[in-house]
């Protein structure tokens, strides 16, 4: 299994980033996907948006919500993750993740700062 995600960088307090995730070597379109992000320094990997297989169920952490939005393509066994309204506490290494298989991308880093 493997996961690359992309579209990480640096931004400027109040902008936005995409963020993707294409998925390889499991039947994409079967299994749930989350995103997770992970601050310098830090032990634990906050979840920030979890998507079912077919995008019915959707969630988000309290810290993203409302300017996060989680999507997939199926097509492209590809998962996304718009970030609108960034802000200096989003700065974090980004991963996405398959839940049922424990599978991790390498992550991307995305840094909000003026």
């Known amino acids: 299994v493997q996961l690359v995600e992309s579209g990480g960088g640096m931004v400027q307090p109040g902008g936005s980033l995409r963020l993707s995730c294409v998925v390889s070597g499991l039947p994409f379109s079967k299994y749930g996907m989350s995103w997770h992000r992970q601050v310098p320094g830090g032990k634990d990997r906050e979840m920030v948006a979890t998507i079912n297989s077919v995008a019915e169920y959707i969630y988000y952490s309290d810290s993203v919500k409302d300017r996060f939005i989680i999507s997939r393509d199926n097509a492209k066994n590809t998962v996304y993750l718009q970030m609108n309204n960034l802000k200096p506490e989003d700065t974090a290494v980004y991963y996405c993740?398959?839940?049922?298989?424990?599978?991790w991308g390498q992550g991307t880093q995305v840094t909000v700062s003026s």
């Open positions: 993740y398959v839940p049922f298989t424990n599978d």
